[in-house]
């Protein structure tokens, strides 16, 4: 049972109208340019497949995304491996009323990307993993040897746009301990030090659906360094309560009208 139809049988109200408490409003439209009116999109994917991006018009303006890394050095090749599968098509093997193809980055988003400068693609100590595991807390350790990496990257900051680092399964234990997050101390750094980053996991490296990890984590890459993929489109004037209704919606429910932008944030991503 819904919290609308809970609040219905208390009696509140069981049509629907302004003072039901509970409604369903229509997904709201996103806009892929900012002068033409016609390129909108409930679903954000079809909207960059259709339309491309918001900034697309802008995109001359640095016509390739460079991309820093950062991982143990054993881990660095399969990096480089994931980030050259946005250049080419993928097709979706799942929720394929959701995803569209892919079609590879230059014809998603009309620009370039590219592997940043040899010196911004940076290797973490090849005994990190002995240090960890001898250390009273490896999740700080684990932390502080990620946050020195990123003041490196800050020494040349003009060789990228956006860094990518991955975490291999066998850090896992160390994303947190007791209140320390090993997520959120990261991300402290790189914002204090005025850096974008996403970070991967194996998960993006491993699942099988290679279109639905492409979409993720170029919309992710291009957003990140900067760019706008869509925007919320929307219309002046009060909200007319008879296009509300009770009930929640189901997402993907057989059409493109219900899907959810959180579709975005799975899996092997991390903001």
């Keep these: 049972m819904t919290a609308a139809q809970q609040a219905a049988g208390r009696g509140t109200t069981s049509s629907p109208g302004p003072w039901a408490g509970y409604w369903q409003l229509p997904e709201p439209l996103l806009a892929f340019d900012p002068a033409d009116p ?3 999109a409930v679903n ?13 018009t802008s ?3 640095h016509p390739n995304i460079r991309v820093a890394l950062l991982a143990p050095e054993g881990d660095l090749q399969e990096l480089r491996g994931l980030l050259r ?12 009323e959701y995803l569209p193809p892919y079609p590879g980055w230059r014809k998603a988003f009309g620009c370039g990307i590219e592997p940043a400068a040899g010196r911004a693609q940076i290797s973490l100590s090849p005994d990190l993993d ?10 700080q350790m684990l932390a502080a040897a990620l946050s020195e990496g990123l003041r490196a990257f800050a020494q040349v900051r003009d060789s990228f746009d956006v860094i990518v680092f991955y975490l291999p399964p066998r850090f896992t234990p160390y ?28 998960e993006a490296l491993r699942y099988r659906c ?13 957003a990140k360094a900067g760019w706008v993929p869509w925007k919320l489109h929307t219309q002046s004037g009060p909200l ?17 009208r219900n899907c959810k932008l959180r579709d975005l944030l799975q899996p092997g991503l991390r903001c």
């Design 38 to 40: 016609r390129q909108l």
């Design 44 to 56: 954000p994917l079809a909207g960059l497949a259709s339309f491309g991006p918001y900034s697309y």
């Design 59 to 61: 995109n001359s303006l």
């Design 85 to 96: 599968e946005l250049w080419l098509p993928q097709e979706p093997r799942e929720r394929e």
């Design 130 to 139: 002995t240090r960890a595991r001898g250390a009273g807390s490896p999740a």
């Design 175 to 202: 994303f947190s301990a007791g209140l320390f997050n090993l997520h959120d101390a990261v991300k402290a750094t790189a914002a204090e030090l005025g850096l974008s980053t996403q970070i991967i996991t194996s």
């Design 210 to 222: 290679r279109a639905s990890v492409a979409w993720r984590l170029s919309t992710a890459l291009y």
């Design 240 to 256: 007319d309560p008879q296009a509300a209704y009770i009930g929640l919606p189901t997402p993907c429910a057989g059409s493109r």
